[in-house]
């Protein structure tokens, strides 16, 4: 919360939506907290705030919004076992065998799952850009 | 610049949900300094995160957010004039990318003949397992494996295994499945950033070597 005040007049919407870079700022924060002091080779280039400010274009807009728009749609295409393990991996910081142990699956049939999702994700996103 | 080994997808996913270690992100981020194309796979995978973001219920707040929130405003903008860093660079003789810069990096050690170290630390993460290595020209690095995950980040000259040939802005990802034997090109001295990824260990002869002198 506090991150994102402090951030917001680097906010570029040529760089990311809004929610993309909340989520980063987020993120940043939380490697932050773990790693105790601040390290900027986390937040360096990760960090889409980071950059000398030139006004976005047009164009720069569009894209974001195109990426965002075909990242929404690719995620809906998931199915539902595979989505649901993305979201794990990615929010609950769990690695695949404590996700396997919730799930009551296989550790492999974590893995397959992610391997999979990554391929169809990539073969959705590739194609857009 | 063509380059032609990247993070995989999995790595890349973790680093943008944050989930990668110091060492591996490090090596990572000198990657991406290098490579549009990984710079926007990874901008995907943060989009996915701003999604997912988007998606979760509304978590409520407190009623003396706000107030508390300039608080700490004012607090981070006096601590913030006073942090500046100094150079902790030795003479390497190699110029260090930009997501090195505020990393300690020691200087060139003895590790075998024609093979030198130089341990790198990272503010905050002292654990992590990374290190810069340098080959001379046609040096045959023993042969080794991996208890979990390497990166090598190619920063001068080139290395060649069994699996292909390495260029500098080329990142290999090697895990338990590889066991190899890089070779240093001929034309130069190789230099490369490399990470072990958390309790990983080297078998084999080369980890015989680093273990005693590394540490790990
Ligand atoms: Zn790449």
Redesign the pocket.
């Known amino acids: 919360m506090i991150a994102v005040w402090r951030k917001a007049s680097y906010f570029d919407p040529g760089k990311a939506g809004a929610s993309t870079w909340v989520f980063t700022i987020a993120r940043n924060q939380r490697i932050d907290r773990l790693r105790r002091t601040r390290s900027r080779t986390a937040d360096h280039l990760l960090d889409p705030t980071d950059e000398p400010d030139m006004p976005p274009s047009g164009e720069d807009i569009a894209i974001v919004a195109q990426r965002e728009e075909g990242v929404r749609k690719a995620l809906e295409s998931l199915p539902i076992d595979q989505s649901t393990i993305v979201r794990l991996s990615f929010f609950a910081e769990k690695p695949h065998a404590e996700i396997a142990r919730e799930l009551g699956i296989p550790l492999g049939t974590v893995k397959s799952r992610v391997r999979l999702a990554l391929n169809r994700l990539r073969t959705l996103l590739d194609s857009d850009i | 610049m063509t ?1 032609n080994h ?2 995989s997808d999995e790595t890349l996913m973790r680093m943008a949900a944050g989930a990668l270690g110091a060492g591996p992100a490090l090596v990572v981020s000198v ?1 991406l300094e290098g ?1 549009a ?2 710079r926007n796979r990874m901008a995907h995978f943060e989009a996915i995160g701003g999604v997912m973001l988007d998606e979760m219920p509304p978590a409520p707040l407190a009623a003396d957010l706000f107030g508390r929130t300039m608080e700490r405003l004012e607090v981070i903008q006096q601590l913030q004039t006073k942090e500046r860093s100094m150079n902790k660079h030795p003479e390497l003789g190699i110029e260090l990318p930009r997501a090195m810069q505020d990393c300690e990096v020691g200087p060139w050690k003895w590790l075998g003949p024609g093979f030198k170290w130089s341990k790198v630390k990272i503010p905050g993460s002292p654990d992590e397992k990374v290190m810069l290595l340098k080959g001379r020209a046609g040096l045959h690095l023993p042969a080794h494996g991996h208890t979990g995950l390497e990166f090598m980040q190619i920063l001068s000259g080139s290395l060649a295994d069994e699996r292909g040939r390495y260029f500098p802005g080329d ?1 290999d990802e090697a895990g338990d499945d590889v066991d190899h034997r890089p070779v240093v090109g001929q034309e130069s001295d190789c230099v490369c950033l490399a990470a072990l990824e958390g309790d990983t260990r080297l078998h084999g002869l080369l980890g015989r070597l680093l273990r005693p002198i590394v540490g790990f």
Do not use: D, G, K
């Open positions: 380059i990247h993070p990657h490579c194309v990984c990142l």
